[in-house]
Structures are given as structure tokens and as C-alpha cells.
């Protein structure tokens, strides 16, 4: 997350952490437990996108969308999702193997 903020030059991305206090009360309609399963963004137009799709939208939001752009290939799409949905579950354990950390409630991306 660190990497794409400090590729948002523009300032095109506005990162929320669902863990801050003041969350539930500013974004009603979204489910904080839902929302901690699986990644969610709100388009500027309004429309909610869940998971990868919010991955290739902010990596495309700073030019790098070509990257991942691989991942929202007809056919390949059903699989990483699936993959990703599977990677999500286990994010904290996957964690807590690489950093020694399960999960950091209180970081911040300007750190």
C-alpha cells in the first residue's frame, strides 16, 4: 500500500483504514467485517468494486495498471479471483509467516 501511495502523485486515491474509529459512522453502507474479507473501493462515479478490480483500478489510477491488467483477462479473471479471495482469507497467517506479525491495526502508510 506504501508503494502505491507513494506512486499517487496526484493524489487520485483516498486510502481509508476500516479500523479507524470514525469509519462505520463516515462510510454507513459499508460492512466493516465485509470489508475486512475482501478489499472494497467507491469509483469517483459512485459505483462500489470489490477485490481485484479495486487492485487494477488503483494501480490504473497511477499508470500502472498494466501490470496487473493480466488479472481482469477474460478466463484468467475467475481464477485469481478465486486466488485472491483465498490469499485474503489467509492474509493475517500469510502475514504473520513473512513479518513476524499477524496484523498492524494501528499503522500508517505515511510511516
Not at 51 to 69: E, F, N, P, Q
Request: include cysteine; charged fraction near 30%; hydrophobic fraction near 40%.
Amino acid at each position: 500500500m506504501r508503494h502505491l501511495k507513494s506512486r499517487d502523485k496526484h493524489g487520485k486515491i483516498q486510502f481509508e483504514s476500516i479500523w479507524d474509529e470514525d469509519f462505520a459512522a463516515r462510510f454507513p453502507d459499508i460492512d466493516v467485517a465485509e470489508a475486512n474479507r475482501i478489499l472494497h473501493a467507491r469509483t469517483p462515479s459512485g459505483a462500489m468494486i470489490y477485490g481485484l478490480d479495486v487492485t487494477y483500478a488503483a494501480w490504473s489510477a497511477v499508470g500502472r495498471g498494466w501490470l496487473i491488467a493480466p488479472l481482469r483477462w477474460p478466463g484468467v479473471r475467475w481464477l485469481a479471483d478465486k486466488g485472491y479471495l483465498g490469499f485474503a482469507k489467509h492474509r493475517d497467517r500469510l502475514s504473520k509467516l513473512i513479518t513476524g506479525k499477524e496484523r498492524c491495526l494501528s499503522c500508517s502508510l505515511d510511516e
